[in-house]
């Protein structure tokens, strides 16, 4: 198994990146990451507006996978994700959804015990350790990690965890993969603009699939299965998701597509992911008992 230490990494997905590490498809590999901050923050007392606002969102990579074309998917099966024993929030003027009515930058370290976030005496909150930043390089200019796209990027999207399968289209020679910005917990929307962030550590299994081919990423975990797409409104990204949900399961039915549009009513669900983002992300969720009734593998 390849270890990728996260004093290897970058805050741009890019096509110009120069990889730090070359794999064949199908390699397991473990990537280290520091948390959001890139751990600049280290008690309840560090001055936040201080911190170098310029080392924010590192993802540890890329990584180049070998015999990954444009036109190609990208499936990346995570298998664990490991956690420091502290992880940090932060608030603050102009951040989330309540920036305008905060004061000032504030910090609050939250220490891992017990596969619990300790938020105060009163309340432990359960973990959900999940991936805010993942994807590959874009086929066009250099995207910031803080903003999600087709590429994958800072889709803060809870479901993005242990056992989650994700797909991802290539759009550079070797898909130029890397992830960072873990989080201990984190709900839908992240509406303070961070979940629990926290460094650590997570194993991926990266395949390339040819043959097949997507416009914005995929996800099947043991659940379902959720198309996750970004765009300027929440309106967009939701009525997209749905689209590219039903073009994507169309085929492997036998049903017209008036009928697998009520079967989407009936049984999708539209969830945010997340609101604070410059691009805003939605998914739309299909339930596995819709794949088992229809004998769906996908990409098979």
Partial sequence: MTTIGCEGMFYAFSKEHEPVQKVSSGSTVTIETYDCFQNQITSNETVVSAIDWNKINPATGPVFIENAQPGDILSVKIEQIELADEGVMVVGPDLGVMGHRLEKMEAK?????????????????????????????????????????????NMDTKLITEGATLYFPVFTEGALFGLGDLHAAMGDGEVGVSGIEIPGKVTVKLEVIKGHSLNNPLLINAEGIATIVSAETLDEAAKTAVEEMIDLLHPYTDLTLSHLTMLMSAVGQTQISQIVDPLLTARFFVPKSVLEAYNIELFA
């Fill in 109 to 153: 370290m939250i220490p891992i015990e017990n596969d619990n976030a300790i938020f105060n005496e009163k309340l432990h909150i359960p973990l959900n350790p999940m991936i805010g930043v993942i994807g590959v390089a874009p086929s066009g200019e250099p995207v910031s990690n803080g903003t999600p796209g087709p590429h994958g990027g």
